[in-house]
């Protein structure tokens, strides 16, 4: 046996920590020992964005197989998904799945040049181990009625499409420690008439609005704000309402 595989778990875990997890799965066919060794990964990023068609149909078939099967508590679960192969309810049972090991960070790109469709089930809007979500893309913000969120603190949503126009708000107002915000308009967005921002945890706001979007205004009430940074290229008039900011130490704007 090499020196390698007499190291404990602990450490060998940390050395497929700096390695791709493709890769780190990739060495369960050394030994019996490294079998299932990945499995106890905390974190895991799957779905390269130059993944061919072939390569994106064996990882559904393996997420499908292998995702419920992991040991460990999912720390963070990053998926770039680019193929129509990748169905709504695979991507909803696997969110699903992460959620249900204690999930603390999740990060998902979804891009298949297709209608936007909602990926996420319900349970992600009452994990209580949540603390950073990140949603890019084609992916649809149907917020549920039910919304608990206490450990959130990093919220980016890039280009999503939402639901309807309470549907950010809803979100929003249920983080009750959201510290930073990213925000980023879609070209054309027909649900949200008014951006309303009202989060009185709030540290960091970054809006980023294009040019092709049409939106009547912009309400922001984030009384602990600190960073300010506002990227407005839309080429129809709106109007703005921000409340005060007494500890704002930055603003910018683009």
């Known amino acids: 046996m090499d020196r390698i595989s007499e190291l404990p778990d602990e450490l060998l875990l940390k050395i497929l920590l700096l390695v791709p997890t493709k890769a780190a799965v990739s060495t369960s066919i050394l030994s019996k020992r490294w079998k299932y060794l990945w499995m106890w990964l905390p974190k895991l990023d799957y779905g390269p964005s130059n993944c061919s068609e072939s390569e994106c149909e064996k990882l559904r078939c393996f997420l499908e197989r292998n995702l419920p099967l992991h040991r460990a508590p999912i720390e963070s679960l990053r998926l770039k998904l680019i193929s129509p192969r990748f169905k709504r309810e695979n991507i909803s049972m696997w969110v ?64 999503v499409k939402y639901f309807d126009d309470q549907a950010l708000q809803r979100l929003l107002s249920n983080c009750p420690i959201l510290e930073d915000l990213v925000l980023e308009s879609r070209d054309y967005d027909d649900t949200t008439q008014k951006l309303t921002v009202v989060v009185p945890s709030l540290q960091s706001l970054s809006l980023y609005m294009p040019y092709g979007l ?41």
């Not at 992600?124 to 919304?147: G, N």
């Not at 129809?236 to 900011?245: S, T």
């Open 96 to 159: 699903l799945t992460a959620v249900s090991h204690c999930l603390r960070e999740l990060e998902i790109v979804y891009d298949t040049c297709s209608a936007d469709q909602n990926i996420l089930p319900s349970n992600l809007f009452t994990c209580k181990s949540l603390v950073i979500l990140k949603l890019v893309d084609e992916i649809l913000l149907d917020v549920p009625r039910t919304v608990s969120l206490p450990s959130l603190k990093t919220l980016k949503l890039q280009r």
């Open 214 to 254: 049409d939106i009547d205004g912009f309400v922001i009430d984030t009384p602990c704000l600190k960073y300010f940074k506002l990227m407005d290229h839309c080429r129809y008039d709106h109007y703005f309402l921000i409340e005060k900011m007494p500890y704002l130490m930055e603003a910018s704007r683009c």
